[in-house]
């Protein structure tokens, strides 16, 4: 039978701190009767291909996908609760990222570029998309996106002039502002988006479910477990809810009213 995978590949500014978390998880799961527990995380390249895995045990993806391309294709788990700047509770927002001797109201930024991770992510395209859509005029308002493939990406577009604001989710920047301060030099913070339901967690179609519950079970163990307080400081987690899939909803209604207000944009790298 093919092995199970598992990832945890959203944030990653410490793929070993990472790694170190996942070890305590996996622990908790087969404490609870999973089978099969991954004992190491798997990178993905491909995370549509790999998040729709019939052998995917847990991963963690974002809303966006989650409320389009994923619906109805995969289970929720939970979510987790994190103590970066910028979350409260499951919520999380993006922090609007400028050059420090630049405009300090996203209103200045009209005409001007964006740089995004892709069109698929909330926290780096939409979210930001979201936030100008009650500023367009005849259905645009940056110049144009460029699109740079990850966040650390478009912070590094910003910094070098290759475009002119992005939105970075607010515990990827948390991760940074630790891991790789140098990337943050010359920028600051303009603005903030609207908090939704942070990340889901997430499991293959076909996962039972008593495992499904199992993996819940775990995931609340290993965030209450003492001996795991430095590996969930390190990624800023603070605990886990189950969560239904209804709460990404607010995700898709900023989509369709971003997509509504700025058709005439342009998209092209």
Same mark, same amino acid.
Not at 94 to 99: D, G, H, P, Q, T
Not at 128 to 134: E, G, K, Q
Not at 245 to 254: F, N, T
């Given at each position: 039978?093919?092995?199970?995978?598992? !990832?945890?590949?959203?944030?990653? +500014?410490? #793929? &070993?701190? @990472?790694?170190?978390?996942?070890?305590?998880? *996996?622990?908790?799961? $087969?404490?609870?009767?999973?089978?099969?527990?991954?004992?190491?995380?798997?990178?993905?390249?491909?995370?549509?291909?790999?998040?729709?895995?019939?052998?995917?045990?847990?991963?963690?993806?974002?809303?966006?996908?989650?409320?389009?391309?994923?619906?109805?294709?995969?289970?929720?788990?939970?979510?987790?609760?994190?103590?970066?700047?910028?979350?409260?509770?499951?919520?999380?927002?993006?922090?609007?990222?400028?050059?420090?001797?630049?405009?300090?109201?996203?209103?200045?930024?009209?005409?001007?570029?964006?740089?995004?991770?892709?069109?698929? !992510?909330?926290?780096?395209?939409? +979210?930001? #998309? &979201?936030? @100008?859509?009650?500023?367009?005029?005849?259905? *645009?308002?940056?110049? $144009?996106y460029r699109v740079?493939?990850?966040?650390?990406?478009?912070?590094?577009?910003?910094r070098c002039g290759?475009?002119?604001?992005?939105?970075?989710?607010?515990?990827?920047?948390?991760?940074?502002?630790?891991?790789?301060?140098?990337?943050?030099?010359?920028?600051?913070?303009?603005?903030?988006?609207?908090?939704?339901?942070?990340?889901?967690?997430?499991?293959?179609?076909?996962?039972?479910?008593?495992?499904?519950?199992?993996?819940?079970?775990?995931?609340?163990?290993?965030?209450?477990?003492?001996?795991?307080?430095?590996?969930?400081?390190?990624?800023?987690?603070?605990?886990?809810?189950?969560? &239904?899939?209804?709460?990404?909803?607010?995700?898709?209604?900023?989509?369709?009213?971003?997509?509504?207000?700025?058709?005439?944009?342009?998209?092209?790298?």
């Amino acid at each position: 039978m093919t092995p199970r995978i598992a !990832s945890l590949p959203m944030y990653d +500014a410490d #793929r &070993a701190a @990472v790694q170190g978390w996942w070890a305590g998880v *996996a622990e908790r799961m $087969r404490a609870v009767g999973i089978d099969d527990v991954p004992p190491a995380l798997t990178w993905p390249e491909h995370l549509q291909a790999h998040w729709l895995a019939p052998r995917l045990l847990l991963s963690q993806t974002c809303g966006l996908p989650l409320v389009t391309t994923l619906a109805g294709r995969v289970q929720v788990v939970g979510a987790f609760r994190y103590s970066a700047p910028g979350c409260a509770g499951l919520d999380y927002r993006s922090e609007l990222v400028a050059r420090q001797d630049d405009a300090t109201t996203i209103e200045a930024y009209r005409g001007r570029i964006a740089a995004i991770n892709a069109f698929d !992510s909330h926290s780096g395209a939409y +979210a930001l #998309r &979201a936030h @100008v859509a009650p500023l367009a005029t005849d259905g *645009a308002f940056f110049a $144009r996106y460029r699109v740079t493939g990850s966040h650390r990406r478009s912070i590094d577009a910003v910094r070098c002039g290759d475009a002119d604001v992005a939105a970075i989710d607010a515990i990827t920047l948390a991760g940074l502002r630790r891991q790789a301060p140098d990337l943050l030099q010359g920028l600051r913070i303009i603005g903030s988006t609207e908090r939704v339901t942070g990340l889901p967690l997430i499991t293959a179609a076909g996962t039972s479910a008593t495992e499904l519950s199992a993996l819940q079970r775990a995931l609340a163990c290993a965030c209450e477990a003492a001996a795991l307080d430095k590996a969930r400081a390190a990624l800023f987690i603070e605990g886990f809810e189950p969560v &239904a899939p209804a709460a990404w909803r607010r995700i898709d209604e900023l989509r369709r009213m971003a997509d509504a207000a700025l058709h005439a944009e342009r998209r092209d790298a």
